[in-house]
T-cell receptor, first 113, second 112 residues
Framework: DAGITQSPRHKVTETGTPVTLRCHQTENHRYMYWYRQDPGHGLRLIHYSYGVKDTDKGEVSDGYSVSRSKTEDFLLTLESATSSQTSVYFC????????????FGPGTRLTVL | GQQLNQSPQSMFIQEGEDVSMNCTSSSIFNTWLWYKQDPGEGPVLLIALYKAGELTSNGRLTAQFGITRKDSFLNISASIPSDVGIYFCAGQRETSGSRLTFGEGTQLTVNP
């Protein structure tokens, strides 16, 4: 258990509305990641962070932004949600144990109507 | 896009049977990881491999880091109903920093 929580766990929203998902960790991991999981695509990296205020894009970053103002929190924002962003979103962390092994949170199921 | 080819995509087996799944790539990886995901939950790390040729066991699970550094396999012996889930391989390339590349997963069903 890497002490990761995600909130909310479930959300239903409408197209065009802003949505923010939160990932919180309690074990001082340096790196944090946001993935989305869709049938037939596995886990795809959206954005990641390698330190406070240091973030970079993953392979499917269009339509998403992130912020990391403190070590323990990593926020994922959909500025204007679209139906194609309906997915399960996972946060992951790594780095505290000196390896690149990533540990995952429980996920957030987002439905955009 | 995905750079790891994971196979098979799904498996239907009887309780007690052994299972084998693998991941291959055209790229070299420095680390191979195997995760299991239960319905409604996040992936959980099963085995981590850090050296080419490394063979590591975790209970009934055995995984190997291919000698070419381009592949890995996972074996499950004497399967039980709680082995049901999706198994993912993941690799870390030398040029990707801390980022991982994931396979598309193997859906395992175990019939009692």
């Amino acid at each position: 258990d890497a002490g990761i929580t995600q909130s909310p766990r479930h959300k239903v929203t409408e197209t065009g509305t802003p949505v923010t998902l939160r990932c919180h960790q309690t074990e001082n991991h340096r790196y944090m990641y946001w993935y989305r999981q869709d049938p037939g695509h596995g886990l795809r990296l959206i954005h990641y962070s390698y330190g406070v205020k240091d973030t970079d894009k993953g392979e499917v970053s269009d339509g998403y932004s992130v912020s990391r103002s403190k070590t323990e929190d990593f926020l994922l924002t959909l500025e204007s949600a679209t139906s194609s962003q309906t997915s399960v979103y996972f946060c992951a962390v790594s780095g505290r144990l000196g390896t690149d092994t990533q540990y995952f949170g429980p996920g957030t199921r987002l439905t955009v109507l | 896009g995905q750079q790891l080819n994971q196979s098979p995509q799904s498996m239907f087996i009887q309780e007690g049977e052994d299972v084998s799944m693998n991941c291959t790539s055209s790229s070299i990886f420095n680390t191979w990881l195997w995760y299991k995901q239960d319905p409604g939950e996040g992936p959980v790390l099963l085995i981590a491999l850090y050296k080419a040729g490394e063979l590591t066991s975790n209970g009934r699970l055995t995984a190997q880091f291919g000698i070419t550094r381009k592949d890995s396999f996972l074996n499950i012996s004497a399967s039980i109903p709680s082995d049901v889930g999706i198994y993912f391989c993941a690799g870390q390339r030398e040029t990707s920093g801390s980022r991982l590349t994931f396979g598309e997963g193997t859906q395992l069903t175990v019939n009692p």
